[in-house]
């Protein structure tokens, strides 16, 4: 070593901290009678402070680190997620015409609530064909990062009890007999529900994060309510809801998809739209890019969860 | 989650952030992915985990790197906050820096790219060695080439754009 000069390699493991502990002495005993190669100790040393100035150029923006990933998955959103205000507005123009249709159409006899084909038509072929979504229950559980890919067994399982609880509340009171299926089995397989009664039960149960309790009441009591048909989007599923029967506000709620539901508070024309104070709460406690708030006319139009694309087409084609 | 696994999270995410971000050039979708490898690292357990990770964020940078990088750089033009004037300026010098480096980045050999990006990112020679295929021996030597490429490139680099602008 001393009589051949040291490679480049050697120089820069050596400046780098990485020469073996034997070879960095017989380097530093050669640099020692060898002026060339102190130079170019010193030329190398120079070269890599700049190649770590050009890298510190291209560094990213220091930024905190996030929570620890709980699984595989979690960590990827789909890209709508990172991008939260665009297309829920978007959408809530979308639902805003078709609301405008149901208002004009609302004149005719109403569609049945309990119209089992229907039901299993619209909302749930929406979440067959968007496989990637999840339901709003399960976002919170992976909050910093959205879910992506399947629904993953443990977080099924805790939605699901999130969600029996949530419907255990619901349903003291109103008459939903099948407490075996909630929401979350339905976004999670998308399956047509057995029963009416199935459906109606996960329409209401993304309800129950209201603050305020609300009861499921029939259509037909909501009409006599407000005295009309109570606004709707048409051909889409509808629960009718009311906070108490002296509060002559009623709350009709349709699921788009599995995890999207438009919520319509109405009050009989005469005492116009339902205020803030209708929901203020509730809509405190979710973040704004997951639920948004629009008046038309006496209606005050909530819409919630994630929206998928293609089911803007579907509700397109429904209001047709 | 392990104890541990916890530890090295803490501390080697953001140089696997970096490491990633020299890949993606998209800072979220470069943390994305580290996430991501943490996450898998979760479930498989590797024995030696941090050179573990680099070896699987390298290969999921490499699986992303083109489309994300397209979506995502316009995704953060439209989603970028105005800025006042000053901070305007800031940031386009620093993004045309960004951009030259990385197009002197461009300009190495694969090998020698990798190699000093893992450097960078702070990784050993030994771990290094272990990820790449290379004799210990050799990294050195690597790093010496990559290092004085880069530094080439983006003087080359810098001097075509002075003769491009009079």
Known sequence: ?320 | MPEDLAEIYRSTFPALVRFLYRKVWDVERAEDLAQEAFARAVVHKPESVRGWLFVVAANMARDDARRAARERRHLTLLTSEPASAPAVDEAVHAEAERSRVRTALEQLTPRDREVLLLWDAGLSYDEIATQTGLARGAVGTTLARARRRLVEAFAAGERDEHIARG
């Open chain 1, 1 to 320: 070593m001393s009589i051949s000069h040291v490679d480049d390699g050697q120089l820069h493991a050596y400046l780098d901290g990485e020469l073996p502990q034997a070879e960095a002495w017989r380097l530093e005993a050669h640099l020692g009678e060898c002026p060339a190669c102190r130079g170019r100790l010193e030329e190398q040393r120079a070269l890599i402070a700049r190649a770590g100035e050009l890298l510190a150029l291209a560094a990213p923006p220091a930024r905190d680190v996030p929570p620890f990933p709980s699984r595989p998955g979690d960590a990827q959103p789909p890209p709508p997620a990172r991008w939260p205000a665009r297309l829920p507005l978007a959408w809530a123009a979308t639902v805003m015409l078709a609301l405008a249709a149901g208002w004009y159409l609302r004149g005719e006899p109403p569609i049945a609530p309990a119209a089992p084909d229907r039901r299993a038509a619209a909302p749930h072929d929406t979440a067959r064909t968007v496989p990637t979504r999840q339901a709003p229950e399960s976002k919170t559980l992976a909050q910093q990062a959205p879910p992506a890919g399947r629904a993953l067994p443990e977080a099924d399982e805790a939605a699901r009890s999130v969600a029996a609880a949530q419907r255990d509340q619901m349903i003291s009171g109103s008459a939903v007999p099948n407490p075996q299926i909630t929401p979350l089995d339905q976004a999670a397989r998308a399956k047509p529900p057995p029963t009416p009664a199935a459906a109606l039960a996960a329409l209401a149960a993304p309800a129950a994060p209201l603050a305020v309790r609300w009861e499921t009441i029939p259509w037909d009591t909501a009409r006599v309510m407000l005295g009309v048909e109570p606004a709707r989007i048409p051909n889409l599923p509808a629960v009718a809801k009311r906070r108490s029967a002296a509060e002559r506000v009623v709350l009709v709620e349709q699921q788009l998809a599995s995890g999207t539901v438009v919520r319509l508070h109405e009050r009989p024309a005469a005492e116009g739209a339902p205020g803030m104070e209708v929901g203020a709460a509730a809509v405190q406690r979710v973040d704004v890019s997951e639920r948004l708030a629009r008046y038309v006319g006496n209606l005050r139009v909530e819409i919630e969860g994630a929206l998928p694309a293609d089911s803007l087409s579907k509700l397109l084609e429904l209001v047709k």
